[in-house]
């Protein structure tokens, strides 16, 4: 079996799947946190990895960048390779003061202005909420490792924020107190899909830029430097 974005065998792909961005983060999660693993998709460059943390099947996918691209990546793997469970893990900007870099934020709610929802399945909704079973899952497994996160809503944007020429009137489109922590560019798409679909979704992210920092991580800090995102994602696959 194979989609046009996925060369992966039925089988090949675990029922929870931890989702970053970037093909050369899930190469770096494979390679360093996974035992046994397999590369068993690099269509277009999306590289997907099979293998064992702590003994339990788990699955390492890239979503590559925007709601287009994760909304066709999670909804073959939900409908078509029978995942149960999507945990993104990215970046972000930060939308509050006391968000420093490479802190943790774990979405509840999540605002777009886009018109995915509308496109996709002629609904006209612009705010969704990840799964609360895994998202408890993922707060318990922060308290048991001592990793530190900080819980709000979030924006998804269809553009990189840092570019924008005025992020100020956009938080000034939010509904009244909708108060984002961050903005990052695909758990709309993600949770949406998730919600249509009956499965589950969350999303945890690093802090690498801030309008109130002036430093921006840079590439290979996003790429590696994210180690406390990943091993929570990882320790909660277990309990799922």
């Known amino acids: 079996m194979s989609t046009p974005h996925n060369e992966a065998n039925l089988g090949d792909i675990a029922k929870t799947v931890i989702m970053p961005g970037d093909p050369l983060r899930a190469k770096y999660i494979a390679e360093n946190f996974l035992d046994d693993y397999k590369l068993v998709n690099q269509v277009r460059g999306i590289y997907a990895y099979t293998g ?71 609904d006209d909704c612009h705010i969704i909420e990840a799964s609360s079973e895994l998202n408890n899952i993922i707060e318990n497994s922060a308290n048991e490792n001592n990793i530190k996160i900080v819980k709000g809503n979030t924006v998804c944007l269809d553009c990189f924020d840092v570019y924008m020429t005025d992020v100020n009137q956009f938080l000034s489109r939010l509904p009244d107190g909708f108060n984002p922590l961050s903005a990052e560019m695909e758990a709309f798409a993600l ?31 996003r790429q590696s430097g994210l180690n406390n995102m990943i091993q929570l994602a990882l320790e909660a696959s277990l309990k799922i």
């Open 52 to 122: 064992k943390y702590k003994g339990k099947e788990i699955t390492i996918m890239a979503s590559g960048m925007g709601m287009p691209s994760i909304g066709i990546y999670c909804y073959e793997l939900y409908k078509f390779y029978n995942v149960e469970n999507i945990i993104r893990i990215g970046s972000c900007g930060g939308y509050k003061q006391e968000l420093k870099l490479f802190d943790i934020v774990l979405s509840e709610s999540v605002f777009s202005e886009s018109n995915y929802a509308l496109t996709f399945n002629n």
């Open 191 to 221: 949770f949406y899909i998730a919600k249509l679909l009956n499965k589950k979704a969350s999303c945890l992210m690093s802090v690498v830029d801030s309008k109130f920092i002036e430093e921006i991580a840079t590439a290979e800090e």
